[in-house]
């Protein structure tokens, strides 16, 4: 058993676990209006899940979630890491710009950190940060590791009609 995502009534990607509770859509278009709905799927006799919009038997509807994708969350242009010692660093980023439209700016920001020697980027020891910080040490590392970091901004959002929050974000790319 598991969870689909649907995109205007459509499964999106491959089922969600049950115990996983983050999934990330792609390739949605600015100025584009989607339905997202998370519907619980049942798993059949052959042991696959699917989901079928056209057979309600292999899912069940749960309430609708309808967004309007009009603008993104902006993220540092830069990230880059100072201080590098035995078993601490600074990780670092640029300010994002705040002269833009305030529905772009993060509310705040999340640091994934793992040691992609021993863990998957689903493993990651989280920091959250405020949107006004430009920097977080690390502290505790282990000397001779390599570690990987990403900076996420969230925003939250809320549907128009029902007020309904929901949150966006965006994510760097990884820096090792």
């Known amino acids: 058993m598991g969870y689909q995502i649907l995109k205007n009534g459509q499964p999106v990607g491959k089922p969600i676990p049950v115990d996983q509770r983050r999934a990330s859509i792609h390739d949605l278009v600015v100025g584009n209006r989607y339905s997202l709905q998370v519907v619980p799927i049942r798993q059949h006799s052959d042991s696959l899940l699917e989901c079928n919009p056209e057979n309600h038997d ?33 990780v670092c980023w640029s300010q994002v710009d705040d002269l833009s439209n305030e529905n772009t700016i993060p509310d705040s920001f999340k640091l994934h950190i793992w040691n992609s ?44 009609i029902t007020n309904e929050s929901y949150i966006v974000s965006t994510i760097s790319d990884i820096l090792t």
């Open 58 to 90: 292999s899912y069940l509807l749960g309430p609708k979630l309808d967004i309007e994708f009009t603008d993104l969350i902006q993220i540092p242009s830069k990230l880059w890491i100072e201080n590098i010692s035995g078993h601490s660093a600074v």
């Open 117 to 160: 020697r021993e863990q998957t980027r689903h493993q990651t020891t989280v920091i959250s940060i405020s949107k006004d910080k430009t920097s977080q040490q690390l502290k505790d590392l282990q000397s001779s590791t390599i570690y990987e970091v990403q900076l996420e901004a969230y925003k939250r959002r809320y549907q128009q």
